[in-house]
């Protein structure tokens, strides 16, 4: 038996995270950002230097020991008792993730997480295949999409940086190709679930699209919850 699930998928830097959390914590719900389990195996390879050898590396994957702790915010991921915190952001993961994702073994070990995560409570869980592939019964089902320029413009004021025309063209490149790698690729694929209701945020405010997104949950029925904390999902 699982709790009701929120699914929020969409290309990079579409604002699924940030949406996600504060939908779950208008819920009441624990919110998972799918990618980060994908960083963390993603990181720890480059921390590790496995190399490309597939049997190996699929070995070395399904031996990893991968946490879900709960933060107050949303649920952070620790590797082998280590916790990557900001490194799974570093550009050398960012540039490596797509392609590690396209291992059967890591989407295996992922999805087992992800669905874990819904045992516990209500679960927001944001990512590239919650609505086509990990939940496909999931009660809510979003897709956000955004312009390229406007998502790269957004990704750019996270990291800290002045968005000039320049850096916004050069940003776009890196999340289009990463797009393309996560839309084409054989396991999984990016897509929007025949079900899931298409959000076009080029133009709107966060606020706005959580309060779309929790009214959709109201018409489905899906009640705020209010469970305990849990310390730590397997
Ligand atoms: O934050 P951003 O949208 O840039 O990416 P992310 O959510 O951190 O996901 C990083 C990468 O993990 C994606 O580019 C995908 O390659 C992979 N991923 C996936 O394959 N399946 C998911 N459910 C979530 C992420």
């Not at 699930?5 to 969409?10: E, L, Q, S, Y």
């Not at 957004?154 to 050069?170: F, I, K, N, W």
Request: hydrophobic share 40%; with cysteine; net charge neutral.
């Amino acid at each position: 038996m699982r709790h009701p699930v929120v699914a929020i998928d969409g290309p990079a830097a579409s604002g699924k995270s940030t949406t996600a959390r504060r939908a779950a914590n208008g819920l009441g719900f624990a919110h998972l950002n799918s990618g980060l389990l994908y960083r963390a195996i993603t990181w720890m390879a480059l921390e590790r230097g496995w190399g490309d050898s597939a049997p190996d590396f699929e070995t070395n994957v399904r031996g990893l020991d991968i946490q879900l702790v709960r933060t107050p915010g949303s649920l952070r991921v620790t590797v082998d008792g280590e916790d990557p915190g900001a490194a799974l952001h570093a550009p050398r993961v960012t540039e490596r993730v797509s392609a590690v994702s396209s291992v059967r073994a890591v989407r295996e070990v992922a999805l087992t997480h992800v669905r874990a995560a819904a045992q516990m409570r209500g679960l927001v869980c944001d990512g590239r295949d919650i609505g086509t592939k990990v939940f496909p019964d999931a009660e809510v089902k979003v897709f956000l999409v955004a312009s390229a320029r406007e998502r790269a413009r957004r990704r750019l004021l996270d990291l800290g940086e002045p968005p000039t025309e320049a850096r916004v063209d050069e940003e776009a490149v890196r999340l289009r190709a990463r797009d393309r790698a996560d839309s084409t690729r054989e396991l999984s694929p990016l897509r929007r679930a025949p079900d899931a209701v298409e959000i076009d945020t080029t133009s709107l405010t966060v606020e706005e699209v959580v309060g779309q997104i929790l009214v959709l949950c109201r018409d489905r029925g899906i009640r705020p919850e209010d469970a305990p904390e849990a310390p730590a999902l397997g």
